[in-house]
């Protein structure tokens, strides 16, 4: 009985004050966000559940078309497994991306702090290579495989920092210490590179530095989220 | 003293600079002076394995002597928290565990003879069989039981046991 009086309580409220009903819708909205949200820690659940997305995005997915040099690179990418596969041009941008519980961003996005990362690439002689660099653009692309099946996958535009060379006998003295120490890299992010969410290693620490006779250097450390 | 006003200084303004991920909680950037007072746990590890590294290495690089062998000694502490900490495990990282935390033990015992080692150290030793024995230490942390905690807190409930 007191159930059902307080519920057409309710419904009478929100049919009379239209505030209170936008209110509400928001609220609502904001409750379904939070229960889809990519929470850490249940790796096993998620391995048991097959509805478990690979990745979520957490903005909107805005269309545009790939710069020719972008598409390009994709081309490179996919081609490398499926050498017949037709790669359109059109894609959806998002500015940030959560892949088991860990979030990223482009870095002109307003959570920026994500957009720096580790990414395994492999050099010109094919050995997988670790490289920090700042993410430019992440979309969303799906390519028609030779078989005939449309594949859809997340990719990241990354700019590299490139290590610092070691110049008139001054070596890095972070790399002394190993992963726990990290590495100088020159302050500018150059190279373009195309990667699929797959390749993130992790974020690191950024830290701008001025040491004398070490010019326009960044200081990157390496760091896995532990909680 | 080490962390003397000067080189506090110094990891007060890298840390002012320091990019962090938003997952990381930034430590307090008064940490060690008395108006600021006790740091957390995660407060620590932040400053320790983040901070700390950038920062005592830029200013003790050319260092020989005494603060060299503090860095190295530190480092190893750290090399070996981080390796503690990784979500994966392999025999080869857990040796690697239990060599870098020993060599940080013995190099306590050699640059501070007046300081005897604690329980905890001792327990430190034995994080390396632990995960041997059960795998990564991070699902056995309390975050992840507080993780739990705030899992359940946010599900509806009736409020009645058992209903």
């Known amino acids: 009985m007191r159930t059902s009086a307080r519920a057409a309580n309710l419904r009478g409220i929100l049919a009379d ?9 928001e609220m609502v909205d904001t409750m379904k966000c939070i229960e889809q949200e990519d929470i850490r820690g249940f790796r096993r659940a998620a391995l048991l559940d097959p509805s478990t997305p690979e990745y979520l995005t957490t903005s909107k997915a805005r ?13 490179i990418q996919i081609e490398r497994t499926d050498p017949g596969a037709r790669i359109p041009t059109d894609a959806h941008a998002v500015e940030e991306i959560s892949s088991h519980g860990v979030s990223y961003a482009t870095c002109f996005s307003p959570a920026s702090r994500n957009s720096a990362i580790v990414f395994g ?15 430019t653009k992440i979309f969303q692309h799906t390519h028609r495989t030779s078989g005939g099946k449309n594949v859809s996958c997340c990719y990241l535009i990354v700019q ?23 590495f100088l ?3 500018e992010a150059t190279c373009v590179h195309l990667i699929a969410l797959s390749q993130v290693v992790c974020h690191f620490a950024l830290t701008p530095l001025s040491l004398e006779g070490y010019e326009d250097v960044i200081h990157v450390l390496p760091i896995d989220r532990v909680s | 003293m080490v962390l003397a006003l000067d080189v506090m200084n110094e ?15 930034p430590a307090p950037p008064n940490w060690g002076t008395k108006e600021r007072g006790k740091l957390s746990a995660d407060n620590w590890r932040v400053i320790c394995t983040i901070h700390l590294p950038i920062t005592l290495i830029r200013l003790w690089r050319e260092e020989t002597g005494r603060k060299q062998a503090l860095l190295e000694n530190f480092m190893d502490l750290v090399s070996a928290v981080r390796i503690a900490n990784m979500r994966v ?14 060599r940080y033990l013995t190099g306590v015992k050699t640059l501070f003879p007046n300081h005897p080692l604690r329980p905890v150290h001792h327990a430190a030793l034995h994080l390396g ?9 991070h699902p056995r942390t309390s975050m992840y039981y507080e993780r739990y905690i705030n899992f359940l807190h946010r599900l509806n409930t009736n409020q009645k046991i058992g209903l």
């Open chain 1, 17 to 25: 004050d239209e505030d209170i009903r936008q209110t509400v819708v």
């Open chain 1, 63 to 75: 269309p545009f078309t790939l710069e020719n040099d972008h598409h390009q690179l994709l081309r």
């Open chain 1, 121 to 135: 690439s492999p050099n010109p002689d094919g050995v997988e290579t670790h490289r920090a660099g700042k993410v």
């Open chain 1, 160 to 182: 590299e920092y490139v290590p610092m060379v070691p110049n008139r006998g001054r070596a890095d003295p972070y790399k002394k210490f190993g992963f726990a120490g990290g």
């Open chain 1, 185 to 187: 890299c020159q302050k």
């Open chain 2, 11 to 25: 990891i007060w303004a890298d840390m002012r600079v320091t990019q962090l991920p938003s997952w990381v909680s």
């Open chain 2, 89 to 102: 495990s392999s025999p080869n990282q857990i040796d690697a565990y239990n060599k870098l935390m020993l």
């Open chain 2, 129 to 137: 069989d632990f995960m041997q024995l059960f795998g990564p230490n």
